[in-house]
Every structure is written in C-alpha cells, then in structure tokens.
C-alpha cells in the first residue's frame, strides 16, 4: 500500500497523510467516474489548496477580499489550482461523453444525459460549467478534510488508549474479522458512533471555516438573508 505498512516499514514510524487521502479519493472517484487513478497529481493539488486555504493571510483575504485582489502573494494559487481541478474533470467528462449509453446510466452519465436533455433549454442548470465545478467542490470538500478528521481520531485514541480498547472489543463483537463493516453496523456499534461524533465535535479543522454569501434576497422563514454587497 502506498505510504507502507508494519512489515513494509520494520516497524518504524510511518506517516499515514497519502493513504489517508487516497481512501476518500477513491470514493469520490469511483462515484463521479466508476474509476480509479493515479494519485498523485491529485493528491497533490488537493493538499496544496488545502495547506493555502489555511494560511493566516488567506484567511485574512477571505473576510477582506479586496486586498486579495490586488496583493500579490500565495493566494493566487488557488484560482490555479481550482482550474487545474476542472480541467481534470473534464478530461474524465470527456471520456464518459465519447461511450454514453441512454439505455445504461451509471455515475456521472446520469448527469450528462440530463444535461443532453436540456441542451436547448436556456435556463438549464446541468450544464459543463456547473458539473465541473460540483466535481470540483467534491473532491476540494470531501477528500482533505475526510482524511485529516481521521487523522486527528487516529492521533485522539493514541492519546486515549482506554478509548481505543472499548473501540477494538465493539468492532471485534459486531463485526468480527471475518467480512468488511457495512453501514448497517452503525446501528449495533454505539460507542465508535459516538467516538466519531466526538471526533468531529473536538477538533478544530477549519478554524474560520469558508466564509458564504447570498447573491440574492432569500426569505426563511422569519428570517431575510440578504443580498452580499
């Protein structure tokens, strides 16, 4: 496996960050694409939008984007990366066009076949730009930060050892070492369902998190959100 195992390594420390992230990769892959790939490329561009998006200045540009329009620095980075990532999409998006079968639609053919719908509907949403962009925000949203929370579990019940005994006997007891855990475990398994949730709960994966805004009036409720300036 990629970034070693206990054998692999001879039992010396070994930095799980790659494999981490290519699990989540590989689910979001094999959603969008029914496919697997070569990682590295993407990880790559993942991690790197990941690490500037936490950068104190960038943060900074968040709440005051007009600074971030005119100062040079990292932050430009970004737009890079984020067009970089679409251009991936596409690629894929390309190749899923070139064989699309009406009568057999899985994963991201779906999307196409309704965008091949309503291609002369001017009012369409499904159309390239916005399946590029949704795959982007999948991938920027569901990869680093999935790895990095378990990251940070794995690193809470090293600190908390007697946290990891009851996890191991409930997983030994539910679901054994005879087949893969299924989602239907989650019922039987309340404590590693709370540990998870505590989890999420303690750490601090985002500190200012990503600002958003309302490009429009909106009415919930009692409530009126209103139009970003």
Known sequence: MPGGGAQENKGSAT????????????VICSILFRDRFKYNYLMNLLNENF?????????LYNFLPAFGTYLPGEHKRIFNINEELKDFILERVKEHQKVLDPNNLRH??????????EKDNPQSQFDLENL??????LFTAGTVTTHSTVRYGLLLILKHP???AKIHEEIGRVIGHN????????????????????????????????????????????YILPQSQ
């Open 15 to 26: 930095d799980p960050t790659f494999i981490l992230s290519c699990a989540p990769c590989n």
């Open 51 to 59: 690490r500037l998006v936490n950068e104190p200045w960038i943060q």
């Open 108 to 117: 991201i053919d779906c999307y196409l076949s309704k965008m091949q719908q």
């Open 132 to 137: 590029k962009v949704i795959g982007r925000d």
């Open 162 to 164: 007697e946290v990891q």
């Open 179 to 222: 087949r893969l855990p299924s989602i239907k475990d989650r019922q039987d398994m309340p404590y590693m369902d709370a540990v998870v949730h505590e989890v999420q709960r303690f750490i601090d994966l985002i500190p200012l998190n990503v600002p958003h805004a309302v490009n429009r009036d909106i009415h919930f409720q009692q």
